[in-house]
């Protein structure tokens, strides 16, 4: 069976919907083709399987091109309803209108992604899921390496056990750090970063009866960050990716990097959180229901780099908890 979309959305400039829900950016008009081919009988070893591709373009809202991208996606489930999904997306030089917070566009090199997940039997009482991706820029510009692994029990049917681990290492040429406006003009600085980041989740459900159940989720995240070799955009359009910025050579003084005649703040970062959640819920009338909440959260932030990202969790035990509690009834009228 095929199937076939088109859409074309656009976002003005002005348009704020952060305060009832969330929206990456504005300024944007998209346009985007999808064609898919799905199978849902069984096939030689395949249990169902679709594949399709998928296009799209972008422009700002004065209709100034900004890049094209294509994705050839698939997966796949065999006869014993294990599955694997292979997909592979590629970006054309993009014209980043928002790299410099505010300042010019700035032409980024094309970049290739690919991704594999797969997973065993979701109907059995233990499975697993694993995925792994890989992107990379041209000119050196950016790459990233990421993996993750879940896994599920069922010891019995009204309780679920969840933990999965993920890790993600980036390096990214042209990392934004700072804007200075000086009598001279307006410099943006940039500097490569080198970005590793290991989280993990943990989720408990317990129907104790179809009417109450006890609820729990816990993730422990560090994200660990480290600027070098500074630059500065000089022609951020310039044919050779080379000549959009010019290196500099900074000398650091103490938390200071002093750039000749104005400084910035050393941008190293170690970032470390745990957020968890226990939910109490009791359908004490069909329709109607309480809800007793317990919020914890601990969060870290140092001005350096030198640790891993390991150990950086490991450090969430010596942060002071900020604790929520909450109660919430629903009570359902007939009318």
Not at 93 to 116: K, S
Not at 193 to 208: N, P, S
């Amino acid at each position: 069976m095929f199937r076939f979309s088109e859409e074309i959305n656009w976002k003005s400039p002005g348009l704020e919907l952060n305060d009832v829900g969330f929206m990456q950016m504005a300024d944007r008009v998209e346009q985007e083709t999808e064609i898919s081919y799905f199978v849902n009988k069984p096939v030689s070893i395949f249990r169902t399987y679709s594949v399709g591709i998928h296009q799209s373009n972008n422009w700002d809202y004065a209709m100034n091109y900004e890049n094209s991208s294509f994705f050839f996606t698939s997966a796949f489930e065999f006869l014993n309803k294990w599955g694997v999904a292979p997909s592979v997306h590629y970006g054309t030089d993009w014209l980043n209108t928002r790299i410099l917070r505010g300042g010019q566009a700035v032409l980024i090199p094309a970049i290739w992604e690919g991704n594999l997940s797969a997973h065993t039997d979701v109907s059995k009482k233990f499975f697993v899921n694993l995925s792994a991706s890989r992107e990379k820029a041209g000119e050196n510009h950016f790459k990233s390496s990421s993996y993750e692994a879940t896994a599920t029990v069922i010891p019995y049917n009204p309780l679920r056990l969840s933990f999965s681990l993920n890790y993600t290492k980036n390096q990214d040429n042209l990392q934004y750090v700072d804007t200075k406006v000086l009598v001279t003009g307006t410099k943006y600085l940039l500097a490569h970063l080198d970005q590793k980041t290991l989280g993990a989740t943990f989720r408990i459900d317990y129907f104790i009866t179809p009417e109450i159940s006890l609820q729990y989720y816990g993730s422990p995240f560090a994200s660990i960050g480290k600027y070098s070799e500074f630059k500065e955009i000089t022609d951020a359009r310039a044919k050779n990716y080379s000549e959009r910025f010019a290196l500099l050579n900074p000398i650091k003084m103490g938390d200071e990097y002093v750039f000749g005649s104005y400084s910035v703040h050393n941008p190293d970062f170690t970032f470390n959180q745990f957020r968890s959640n226990l939910v109490f819920r009791w359908e004490y009338r069909p329709g109607s229901q309480i809800f007793f909440v317990w919020g914890n959260e601990r969060t870290g932030w140092k001005n350096e780099s030198n640790g891993s990202v390991g150990k950086a969790i490991g450090q969430l035990k010596d942060v002071s908890p900020n604790n929520i509690f909450l109660i919430k009834l629903s009570y359902w009228f007939s009318l």
